[in-house]
């Protein structure tokens, strides 16, 4: 029987294999997906989609479980990743800020504005 490596998944990117469980008459899949920030989503469902929407569940989950002290924590790691010192920081900061802005004024939305409301 084949197995899948999770060593072998690249960031972001999914990997599975089929297999038949020994009594049973049915395939199934095993499903492996490593973050672009390396956590390994692992599962074995009935079918490819259903493995996928798993995977977009528990990737929800995470994402909303996420704090201000994650992001805090993550731009400290990029910072020292990046070999950054504190005006980097600054400047980086305000580049991202500079593209935010020119984003809305060209009438991007975002995932957390405020929805129109009818207050009628």
Known sequence: MQFLNPDKCR???????????????????????????GELFSTVAAHLEQ?????????????????????VLQVLEDVKKESMCDVDL????????????????NGASFPHDPKDVDTN
């Open 11 to 37: 960031h972001g990117e999914e990997q599975y294999l089929f297999f038949r469980p020994p009594g049973k008459d049915k395939d199934q899949i095993h499903y492996d997906y490593l973050t672009l920030d």
């Open 90 to 105: 600054h400047v980086a900061w305000r580049l991202g800020l500079a593209a935010w802005k020119a984003a809305r004024e």
């Open 51 to 71: 493995a996928r929407q798993l995977r977009d569940q528990w990737l929800a989950d995470r994402e909303d479980k996420k704090t201000w002290d994650d992001v």
